[in-house]
Protein backbone atom coordinates (compact mmCIF):
# COMPACT_ATOMS: atom_id res chain seq x y z
CA UNK A 1 0.00 0.00 0.00
CA UNK A 2 2.85 2.27 1.24
CA UNK A 3 4.47 1.44 -2.31
CA UNK A 4 1.37 2.41 -4.08
CA UNK A 5 1.46 5.93 -2.40
CA UNK A 6 4.37 6.70 -2.85
CA UNK A 7 4.01 6.06 -6.66
CA UNK A 8 1.29 8.11 -7.30
CA UNK A 9 3.06 10.79 -5.33
CA UNK A 10 6.42 10.50 -7.70
CA UNK A 11 3.75 10.33 -10.51
CA UNK A 12 1.77 13.41 -9.43
CA UNK A 13 4.92 15.57 -9.09
CA UNK A 14 6.31 14.44 -12.65
CA UNK A 15 3.08 15.51 -14.09
CA UNK A 16 3.03 18.58 -12.04
CA UNK A 17 6.52 19.69 -13.62
CA UNK A 18 5.22 19.13 -17.07
CA UNK A 19 2.26 21.13 -16.70
CA UNK A 20 4.28 23.70 -15.37
CA UNK A 21 6.67 23.95 -18.74
CA UNK A 22 3.72 23.06 -20.55
CA UNK A 23 2.06 26.66 -19.57
CA UNK A 24 5.54 28.19 -20.31
CA UNK A 25 5.66 26.69 -23.74
CA UNK A 26 4.52 24.32 -25.89
CA UNK A 27 7.11 24.72 -28.44
CA UNK A 28 10.86 22.67 -28.83
CA UNK A 29 12.32 25.97 -29.82
CA UNK A 30 13.10 28.55 -27.33
CA UNK A 31 14.72 32.33 -27.51
CA UNK A 32 18.31 33.22 -26.57
CA UNK A 33 19.17 37.25 -26.41
CA UNK A 34 22.99 36.64 -26.44
CA UNK A 35 22.96 40.80 -26.27
CA UNK A 36 21.25 44.34 -25.19
CA UNK A 37 23.19 47.61 -26.77
CA UNK A 38 22.23 50.93 -27.86
CA UNK A 39 24.00 54.09 -28.61
CA UNK A 40 26.68 55.90 -25.74
CA UNK A 41 27.26 59.19 -24.84
CA UNK A 42 28.67 60.04 -28.46
CA UNK A 43 26.16 58.91 -30.21
CA UNK A 44 27.55 55.23 -31.40
CA UNK A 45 26.05 52.28 -31.34
CA UNK A 46 26.84 49.19 -29.22
CA UNK A 47 27.17 50.44 -25.80
CA UNK A 48 25.44 48.40 -23.06
CA UNK A 49 25.04 51.45 -21.20
CA UNK A 50 22.28 53.71 -23.02
CA UNK A 51 22.67 57.58 -22.63
CA UNK A 52 19.52 59.01 -23.29
CA UNK A 53 19.43 63.28 -23.87
CA UNK A 54 15.86 64.31 -22.80
CA UNK A 55 16.43 66.81 -25.03
CA UNK A 56 18.58 67.57 -27.75
CA UNK A 57 19.45 70.93 -29.93
CA UNK A 58 15.76 71.61 -28.61
CA UNK A 59 14.39 69.08 -29.99
CA UNK A 60 12.88 65.71 -28.53
CA UNK A 61 14.10 62.31 -30.15
CA UNK A 62 13.51 58.21 -29.10
CA UNK A 63 16.25 56.06 -27.89
CA UNK A 64 16.62 52.89 -30.01
CA UNK A 65 18.35 49.73 -28.91
CA UNK A 66 19.28 46.33 -30.21
CA UNK A 67 18.62 43.07 -29.33
CA UNK A 68 20.68 40.28 -30.61
CA UNK A 69 18.52 37.61 -30.56
CA UNK A 70 19.12 33.24 -31.79
CA UNK A 71 16.48 30.54 -31.90
CA UNK A 72 17.81 27.04 -30.13
CA UNK A 73 16.08 23.55 -29.72
CA UNK A 74 15.52 22.15 -26.14
CA UNK A 75 17.31 18.47 -27.57
CA UNK A 76 20.20 19.57 -29.46
CA UNK A 77 21.02 15.65 -30.18
CA UNK A 78 18.08 15.51 -32.51
CA UNK A 79 19.63 18.39 -34.34
CA UNK A 80 18.88 16.46 -37.87
CA UNK A 81 15.28 17.13 -37.08
CA UNK A 82 14.72 20.22 -37.29
CA UNK A 83 12.63 21.90 -39.71
CA UNK A 84 11.72 25.26 -40.86
CA UNK A 85 8.28 24.87 -38.37
CA UNK A 86 10.94 25.36 -34.95
CA UNK A 87 12.07 28.72 -36.56
CA UNK A 88 10.32 31.39 -33.99
CA UNK A 89 8.64 34.85 -35.18
CA UNK A 90 9.53 37.24 -32.85
CA UNK A 91 5.87 39.16 -32.41
CA UNK A 92 6.47 41.37 -29.30
CA UNK A 93 8.24 43.35 -27.74
CA UNK A 94 7.82 44.72 -23.90
CA UNK A 95 9.68 47.42 -22.18
CA UNK A 96 9.81 48.10 -18.61
CA UNK A 97 11.53 50.26 -16.14
CA UNK A 98 13.30 49.92 -12.98
CA UNK A 99 15.60 51.94 -10.24
CA UNK A 100 18.08 50.43 -8.12
CA UNK A 101 16.82 52.50 -5.31
CA UNK A 102 13.69 50.77 -5.26
CA UNK A 103 11.42 53.74 -6.36
CA UNK A 104 9.33 51.91 -9.26
CA UNK A 105 6.11 54.40 -9.33
CA UNK A 106 5.37 54.44 -12.93
CA UNK A 107 4.69 57.94 -14.38
CA UNK A 108 6.53 59.22 -11.53
CA UNK A 109 9.73 57.53 -10.23
CA UNK A 110 10.00 55.45 -13.64
CA UNK A 111 8.88 56.12 -17.56
CA UNK A 112 5.79 54.09 -18.16
CA UNK A 113 6.24 50.29 -19.90
CA UNK A 114 4.99 49.72 -22.61
CA UNK A 115 4.36 47.05 -25.61
CA UNK A 116 5.97 46.91 -29.32
CA UNK A 117 3.90 44.19 -31.25
CA UNK A 118 6.43 43.27 -34.90
CA UNK A 119 7.13 40.54 -36.91
CA UNK A 120 10.79 39.32 -36.79
CA UNK A 121 11.60 35.79 -38.44
CA UNK A 122 14.41 34.27 -36.93
CA UNK A 123 15.85 31.02 -37.99
CA UNK A 124 17.38 28.01 -35.84
CA UNK A 125 21.20 28.76 -35.12
CA UNK A 126 20.84 31.93 -37.09
CA UNK A 127 20.89 35.16 -34.59
CA UNK A 128 19.44 38.33 -35.87
CA UNK A 129 19.49 41.54 -34.57
CA UNK A 130 16.06 43.27 -33.52
CA UNK A 131 15.61 47.36 -33.46
CA UNK A 132 13.33 47.98 -31.15
CA UNK A 133 12.40 51.64 -29.54
CA UNK A 134 13.72 52.22 -26.10
CA UNK A 135 12.64 55.43 -24.32
CA UNK A 136 9.95 56.53 -26.35
CA UNK A 137 9.44 60.55 -27.57
CA UNK A 138 6.42 60.81 -25.60
CA UNK A 139 8.12 59.58 -21.89
CA UNK A 140 10.65 62.49 -22.47
CA UNK A 141 7.61 64.82 -21.82
CA UNK A 142 6.30 63.04 -18.74
CA UNK A 143 7.40 62.67 -15.33
CA UNK A 144 10.00 61.87 -14.22
CA UNK A 145 12.57 62.98 -17.73
CA UNK A 146 10.05 65.88 -18.57
CA UNK A 147 11.65 67.30 -15.17
CA UNK A 148 15.27 66.44 -16.25
CA UNK A 149 15.22 69.41 -18.75
CA UNK A 150 15.21 71.92 -16.15
CA UNK A 151 18.82 70.51 -15.03
CA UNK A 152 20.74 71.93 -18.27
CA UNK A 153 24.25 69.73 -17.27
CA UNK A 154 25.35 66.45 -16.79
CA UNK A 155 25.63 66.71 -12.69
CA UNK A 156 22.06 65.03 -12.47
CA UNK A 157 21.79 61.91 -14.12
CA UNK A 158 18.77 59.26 -13.44
CA UNK A 159 19.63 55.59 -13.70
CA UNK A 160 17.40 53.28 -14.90
CA UNK A 161 17.45 49.16 -15.70
CA UNK A 162 15.24 48.95 -18.47
CA UNK A 163 13.96 45.03 -18.54
CA UNK A 164 13.59 44.08 -22.21
CA UNK A 165 10.93 40.80 -22.60
CA UNK A 166 10.90 38.99 -26.21
CA UNK A 167 7.53 37.11 -27.03
CA UNK A 168 6.81 34.77 -30.18
CA UNK A 169 5.90 31.29 -31.74
CA UNK A 170 7.33 29.19 -34.28
CA UNK A 171 5.71 28.58 -37.75
CA UNK A 172 4.06 25.52 -36.19
CA UNK A 173 2.14 28.26 -33.76
CA UNK A 174 3.20 27.25 -30.79
CA UNK A 175 4.03 29.98 -28.19
CA UNK A 176 7.79 30.11 -27.46
CA UNK A 177 8.77 30.70 -23.61
CA UNK A 178 9.10 35.02 -22.79
CA UNK A 179 13.12 35.61 -22.68
CA UNK A 180 13.96 38.52 -20.78
CA UNK A 181 17.53 41.08 -20.99
CA UNK A 182 18.70 44.24 -18.98
CA UNK A 183 19.96 47.34 -20.39
CA UNK A 184 21.26 50.09 -18.25
CA UNK A 185 19.87 53.69 -19.13
CA UNK A 186 21.18 56.88 -18.26
CA UNK A 187 18.77 59.75 -18.64
CA UNK A 188 19.89 63.61 -18.20
CA UNK A 189 19.64 66.85 -19.83
CA UNK A 190 23.21 65.98 -21.41
CA UNK A 191 24.92 69.17 -23.57
CA UNK A 192 24.60 69.89 -26.94
CA UNK A 193 27.92 69.81 -29.24
CA UNK A 194 29.32 73.08 -29.72
CA UNK A 195 28.01 74.44 -32.97
CA UNK A 196 30.35 74.67 -35.78
CA UNK A 197 31.81 77.79 -36.56
CA UNK A 198 31.77 79.09 -40.24
CA UNK A 199 35.05 79.39 -41.87
CA UNK A 200 35.69 82.99 -42.63
Not at 122 to 148: G, Q, S
Request: glycine fraction near 4%; include cysteine.
Amino acid sequence: MKMKILVLIIAALFLASCVAKENDSTSGSFLVISSLTGNDLKGAAGSTTVFSDVITDNSIINDNAVAKVDVQIYNPAKSADISYFNNVVVDQIDVEFKRTDGRNVEGVDVPYRFTQPMNFLIAVNAPKDIPFVLIRHVAKLEAPLLALREVPSQSFVLQLVAKVTLSGKDLGGHRVAPVSGYLSVWCANFADAAPVEPTP
